[in-house]
């Protein structure tokens, strides 16, 4: 029998089978209750705790793309160390707060580091310390919030997109094109810029040239989507053929995924963000790429 233990945050229920599917006889699921007491704090409860959890290797895929899943989520990893499990490894497809990892002015709070302090907390397994599996992050420097007794492993996704039928990629600006310009070296490659005019932005480009190209414009955060469909537009004036968007993490607050879709002939995200996949249900140029090859090569290599 296989000593590998897959958890997996309801939020992410159709990852089990993919990830099982490619694992198969090397992994087995647990069944985690995720229910709430009348008053919606988390009540928590774990199932077969002898076969699941004691002395295996557990890698529990966890969702905090809301904020009422941290504390769940959180209990929940102390709880499998508690139970003797021999490693943990914590696959966290979206590390929601890393926008606030730096102080702009001294009134600013930066909640990216509090939640790495609260990771931190989580004790080592019996023979293994514990691993936090991050992707696409949007600033490298977040790997130091986190203590020593930690493993914290930074990974990408942007090698789940097809580049086949683009002519170039593009970064919305020159921090984008530094951390992820490696994973497109074979195309030629756009950087745009935003440029601060009072109270807007404008967009302009830096490197390359547009014109008659088929173009991926690709990210890791749409949080603020007016500057993902200004970059859009900047491209068409300048003679893009068509350009299509991809970003790991798709936010969209405000249902704000509509309006970038539409500015785009096809917009493309990962399912990191659960949300997505009910929300390209109702767009048909919205397409979303799975996680899941990335979680079965986490638990094959470390």
């Not at 414009?217 to 068509?242: C, F, H, N, R």
Request: hydrophobic share 40%; glycine share 2%.
């Amino acid at each position: 029998m296989s000593r590998n233990t897959l958890v997996i945050d309801p939020a992410f229920t159709w990852l089990e089978e993919e990830v099982t599917h490619w694992l198969w006889k090397k992994v087995r699921p647990s069944k985690v209750d995720f229910n709430t007491f009348p008053d919606g704090w988390p009540k928590l409860f774990i199932g077969d705790i002898p076969e699941d959890i004691q002395h295996r290797e557990v890698t529990a895929v966890l969702d905090f793309s809301r904020p009422e899943k941290v504390l769940s989520n959180i209990a929940l990893a102390e709880n499998i160390i508690k139970q003797t499990a021999n490693k943990l490894r914590l696959i966290i497809p979206f590390f929601p707060v890393w926008t606030m990892e730096r102080e702009v002015v001294r009134w600013d709070v930066t909640t990216a580091k509090t939640l790495a302090k609260m990771l931190s907390t989580i004790p080592n397994g019996r023979e293994w310390k514990t691993s936090i599996h991050i992707t696409d992050i949007h600033d490298v420097r977040i790997k130091d919030f986190f203590w020593d007794n930690l493993n914290v492993e930074l990974h990408t996704w942007m090698h789940l997109v097809d580049t086949s039928d683009y002519d170039a990629i593009c970064f919305p600006d020159k921090w984008a094109a530094d951390r992820f310009w490696e994973y497109f070296k074979w195309k030629e490659i756009i950087i745009c810029d935003k440029v601060r005019v009072w109270d807007d932005r404008e967009i302009t480009v830096k490197e390359g040239d547009p014109k008659g190209k088929k173009i991926l414009l690709v990210d890791d955060l749409i949080q603020s989507w007016g500057t993902s469909i200004k970059t859009g537009e900047k491209l068409m004036e300048l003679g893009a053929k068509w350009v299509n968007a991809y970003v790991t993490h798709g936010v969209f607050p405000n249902n704000s995924h509509e309006k970038v879709a539409q500015a785009f002939d096809k917009l493309i995200v990962s399912d990191s963000i659960p949300a997505n996949i009910d929300r390209a249900k109702h767009l048909e140029n919205m397409k979303v790429e799975s996680i899941a090859p990335l979680i079965t090569r986490v638990i094959s290599e470390w």
